[in-house]
């Protein structure tokens, strides 16, 4: 148990700016660490919600008789975002050591392949993230804590401090925005 | 497209949505009349929308695993380490690759198992591996693989060991149940493994099928004694873990090659000893029976469960002429109990090899049919203890409803089985998954039955009434209290089995009832949790802030919203003081049983329930503050528990 990171944490949610800059980086290590370790252990057929990852650096880095509800949103929200870097990173660097292979190549033919495909485009995704966030930034931040983050429904809502009805409606429009935008430069690409 | 258009375009999206598909192009002509942009990226949006599937919905980190390890380096073959030469790839052990080599020096074939890099970069874990590998080795049992030597070269550390002609348990187990003489030889030569590492102090932790090796000519070896200890929970993040060893207060999310051996306590993450390897050694002696796990699940969470609350499904039920004693057997070295198990593994390997012999002789008695009794088919396809949503949870406690009053739940311990009741870290993972919704309020103007249109001026002539409350949660574990209570302002997500008081006041005096509302198989059910003759005298009287704290109610197996109507009155509420005498009875435990009674609280909760009233929460204090104007007050609580 971190008590400086409690301390960061709320810190952070009365406002102050700076805490957080200490804070991303110690929650980053943990996170880091757990997603490693998970990534690494390739050969088992359970899978693992990441919600839990994010569940366990919390346990193991916030005392929880200090915070409140709120604060662990905001947790929440925070760690997703690290574990948007950390896989994004992780994708640019498999893509780096694989380049020539053909591992991450994105073909959108059978619409299936996109969603169930280990070889989603994690840079592509990313890119088209970015390109979401610059109108619709909130969508962004939800795709983050969803499909980063592995955060529930009821979870994003928390962290954002938006009804659930919102969350599910702009998660469809992202996701299928998303899709969207992917699958036309998966096609451009190929022609 | 331009930001004004991107802006429209989700919108549009959503409103479109929402129409039949034939009306949708009739909607995008109507309203991008002169944008054609705009219209043609909203037709390919709500047609990506169908298309579009599955897509994100499964989390980002499991679409990523390919990328994890590296596979075996061919280019080590032919490498020498020290005078090990590699001669091929054997496999992927618990921890780093194996391959075949020559031992120069003394020309023999050794197993070398090659660790990774990030395993040097704990000095304290590397020694105590290698004095347990070592001593393990030391005790040079002939069940236990020898470790020849242990070293680094050109920075890679290495383990040189027996090499094992033969295959491992899992493969074995792989080609379907292994026949009761041989599973029990194979258990045998493994107890007897563990009872030279135990009296030698040597835990392995790490008892699965993929660790126990088959000679061809019958010989049993255990492998990898102290990789273990070697997990990298703490400061590494190498590929190294392939045991589930938890060392304390390590959260096992990410620990989970081998569940399913895991025993209740290591899955608590408790210290470990030697009868927890007993507990493994049952779950593989179970597995070699029948085929398959005694523990399953959809999940980790779910294979957690099984482990710390089902009884496997009995040998008999899966095998013809399954030996009793040999679930005995099971039964013993699966004891959620620790301290039911085998109090020395000397004794265990002794009952083994009693059993097997008797077995063998059995089999010669009815030699002729030798062949047939060792040769016991599987009944039926293993249900066993599996966990999962869509199957029903072994349960002790009556359906009725999810909230049970402590009062009618007896014992009050052992007898508590909840669902989803897990290991401590375990809980901690799950707890915190959902939030509560926060209930509808109302308030209600009892004289007027008004609709609630009333003009303004009449409700504010009438008096405003207030209240508040929070909860107080205990968690449970085996039916024990597991840690301090907490408050909860009821937002919390609860797991089934634990406990909560409901505390409450208000700064006027009054009447207050509380109503549990559950789903049962036979439609609602309704529950008078306060007043109850063991607090307050059965009296819904409260005066001017005095705090009332109500009997401890338990989460029982129905998960989902479990909701608690808060009934606040200044005067007594007729219908429930009617029906008091008849629910507050031994037999019907506040429950309001017959269907004239569940009318009659239906139709009140209904008519109450037409009143608004305003529910502030106050999160930094967990406490809930509930007021309106009129007599009464009603709020509804929704708790949510799995």
């Not at chain 2, 993929?210 to 929970?233: C, S």
């Not at chain 2, 710390?308 to 013993?332: F, I, S, T």
């Not at chain 2, 052992?414 to 993972?429: H, P």
């Not at chain 2, 609280?601 to 009129?630: F, P």
Request: hydrophobic share 40%; with cysteine.
């Amino acid at each position: 148990m971190e008590e400086g990171i409690t301390k960061l944490l709320l810190q952070w949610s009365d406002g102050d700016r700076t805490a957080l800059d200490r804070l991303l980086p110690l929650v980053y290590d943990e996170l880091r660490r757990l997603a490693q370790s998970y990534l690494r252990r390739h050969r088992q057929n359970l899978s693992l919600q990441p919600t839990l990852l994010v569940h366990e650096a919390y346990l193991k880095l916030v005392n929880q008789e200090e915070v409140n509800w709120n604060n662990r949103a905001q947790f929440f929200g925070l760690s997703a975002k690290i574990m948007r870097d950390l896989l994004v990173d992780h994708a640019r660097r498999a893509h780096a050591a694989k380049r020539g292979g053909d591992n991450y190549s994105l073909s959108l033919s059978e619409a299936d392949r996109i969603g169930q495909s280990p070889n989603l485009d994690l840079l592509a995704l990313n890119e088209a993230m970015e390109e979401l966030a610059k109108f619709k930034p909130r969508h962004c931040q939800i795709v983050e804590m969803r499909f980063f983050g592995g955060l529930t429904i009821e979870e994003t809502a928390e962290a954002l401090a938006i009804s659930h009805a919102t969350v599910e409606r702009d998660w469809n429009f992202a996701r299928t925005w998303l899709y969207r935008h992917l699958k036309s430069i998966s096609d451009s690409e190929q022609n | 497209m331009t930001p004004e258009q991107l802006q429209k375009l989700s919108g549009l999206y959503h409103a479109a949505l929402e129409l039949e598909p034939l009306q949708r192009e009739a909607f995008l002509q109507k309203h991008c009349l002169d944008d054609e942009d705009l219209r043609r990226e909203l037709s390919q949006l709500l047609a990506a929308n169908e298309e579009a599937g599955t897509f994100l919905i499964k989390p980002a980190i499991n679409l990523n695993r390919e990328i994890g390890p590296k596979q075996p380096d061919a280019s080590l073959i032919g490498r020498t380490f020290d005078h090990y030469r590699i001669v091929s790839h054997l496999g992927t052990g618990g921890m780093g690759e194996v391959y075949l080599a020559m031992d120069e020096k003394l020309g023999r074939k050794i197993a070398l198992k090659l660790l990774p890099a990030e395993f040097a970069n704990d000095q304290e874990r590397l020694r105590r591996f290698v004095t347990e590998a070592k001593s393990a080795s030391a005790t040079a049992h002939p069940n236990i693989v020898t470790i020849h030597d242990i070293g680094e070269a050109e920075g890679i550390h290495y383990i040189a060991q027996e090499f094992v002609e033969g295959e491992t348990l899992r493969s074995r187990i792989e080609q379907g149940p292994i026949p009761p003489p041989e599973a029990l030889n194979i258990a045998r030569q493994t107890a007897n493994a563990l009872a030279a590492a135990h009296d030698a102090g040597i835990v392995h932790r790490d008892i699965k099928p993929e660790n126990i090796m088959l000679r061809h000519d019958g010989f049993v070896k255990l492998l990898d004694f102290g990789l273990a200890g070697m997990n990298p929970t703490e400061a590494m993040s190498g590929d190294l873990s392939n045991s589930p060893t938890l060392p304390k207060n390590t959260a096992p999310g990410v620990i989970m090659g081998t569940v399913n051996y895991m025993s209740p306590e290591q899955t608590r993450g408790q210290k470990l000893d030697f009868r927890s390897d007993q507990w493994s050694l049952g779950v593989v002696l179970y597995e070699m029976l029948v085929g398959e796990r005694p523990f399953q699940g959809e999940s980790m969470p779910d294979i957690f469960v099984a482990i710390l609350e089902r009884q496997p499904v009995p040998l008999a039920e899966l095998m013809d002429d399954a030996p009793a004693q040999l679930q005995q057997v099971l039964d013993k070295l699966l004891a959620k109990n620790r301290e039911q198990r085998y109090q020395s593994s000397a004794q265990l390997a002794d009952e083994l090899k009693r059993f097997h012999h008797r077995l063998e002789l059995d089999a010669e008695r009815e030699s002729g049919q030798v062949s047939e009794s060792a040769t016991l088919f599987l009944k039926q396809p293993v249900q066993a203890a599996k966990s999962g949503a869509t199957e029903p949870p072994v349960i002790s406690q009556p359906a009725h409803t999810a909230v049970a009053p402590i009062s009618s739940i007896q014992p009050a311990t052992g007898e508590l089985a909840a669902v989803t009741r897990l290991s401590r870290s375990t809980i901690a993972l799950v707890v915190f998954l959902l939030v509560a919704v926060i209930a509808v309020v109302l308030w209600f103007l009892i004289q007027q039955k008004a609709p609630a249109t009333v003009p303004p001026t009449i409700t504010e002539s009438l008096p405003e009434r207030s209240f508040h409350y929070w909860l107080t949660v205990q968690r449970m574990r085996d039916g024990k209290p597991d840690r301090a209570e907490f408050p909860s302002s009821g937002r919390d997500f609860y797991e089934s089995g634990w406990r909560f008081r409901f505390n409450f006041a208000s700064p006027q005096s009054g009447h207050l009832y509380l109503i549990n509302e559950g789903p049962t198989e036979n439609g609602v059910s309704y529950w008078l949790l306060f007043p109850m003759p063991s607090v307050n005298e059965a009296s819904a009287k409260i005066e001017a802030n005095q705090t009332m704290t109500s009997n401890w109610f338990q989460f029982t197996k129905d998960a989902g919203d479990e909701k608690i109507w808060v009934i606040w009155s200044a005067e007594t509420i007729r219908e429930l003081e009617a029906l008091k005498a008849d629910v507050l009875t031994p037999q019907a435990q506040g429950e309001f049983r017959n269907p004239q009674q569940r009318d009659t609280v239906r139709r009140l909760l209904d008519s109450l329930n037409q009143s608004k009233s305003e529910a502030r929460e106050d999160r930094r204090n967990m406490k809930t503050a509930v007021s309106g104007r009129g007599d009464t007050l009603i709020h509804l609580v929704e708790l949510k528990h799995h």
